[in-house]
């Protein structure tokens, strides 16, 4: 019960915040709430037991991806300009297509299945035969270091780089934009650095 209600809660706020995405015009605000979405979107996985999903679900979605997209606001607006063509195409095109995303979970397995595919094709093979094949006593580690090697590296390389790029978001530079400190000022109020031209005789008069 407590999970279903887990997963009712992190619906619920995933739909309010595609929502405040749609109705914003602030590509700031819609920045910010994207990687909250990503965030939610993480957690969903995480109470459906997909930890690795989620891992890169975060990486990517909450960590490099609005990296990227606050640097593209740096060369665009802050706002977004009100479209001039009515939204119905667009809106009768999402709908269609989620209309056929839902048609084709029908055929899928129930969560959970024993029966699945999954579990009675791939799981016994990993199980009995993943030591034989690959050395490993442990299968967990055999799936994602032999059979999911690539993909595995791949996600090792997704979650590096978000990482990289948070830390050069909040690794910047302090001061002001040019990053060149401000001069002292004496207490006559002039800037100390005529008075340093004066002195190597490339300003003033004769």
Do not use: C, W
């Not at 034989?132 to 299968?139: K, Q, T, Y």
């Amino acid at each position: 019960m407590i999970f279903t209600l887990i997963d009712i809660a992190l619906l619920t706020f995933m739909g309010a915040t595609a929502f405040a995405i749609l109705r914003l015009r602030s590509l700031f605000a819609v920045v910010m709430l994207s990687g909250i979405y990503s965030l939610l979107a993480a957690s969903m996985f995480v109470a459906l037991d997909a930890v690795d999903v989620a891992f890169t679900e975060a990486a990517v979605g909450a960590g490099i991806s609005t990296v990227l997209m606050i640097a593209v606001l740096a060369l665009t607006g802050e706002r977004e300009k009100t479209p001039a063509h009515t939204p119905l195409l667009p809106l009768l095109v999402v709908i269609l297509t989620g209309a056929a995303l839902v048609y084709g979970t029908f055929d899928m397995p129930a969560f959970g299945d024993a029966n699945a595919p999954v579990h009675l094709h791939v799981a016994p093979r990993y199980l009995h035969d993943s030591f034989a094949e690959v050395g490993l006593p442990n299968v967990v580690t055999s799936v994602l270091a032999s059979y999911r090697g690539y993909d595995t590296l791949g996600e090792v390389t997704v979650i590096f780089t978000a990482g990289v790029a948070v830390m050069l978001l909040l690794g910047g530079r302090k001061g002001d934009d040019a990053g060149i400190k401000q001069q002292p000022v004496d207490e006559d109020g002039d800037d100390r650095r005529a008075d340093s031209k004066d002195l190597d005789g490339s300003g003033g008069a004769a």
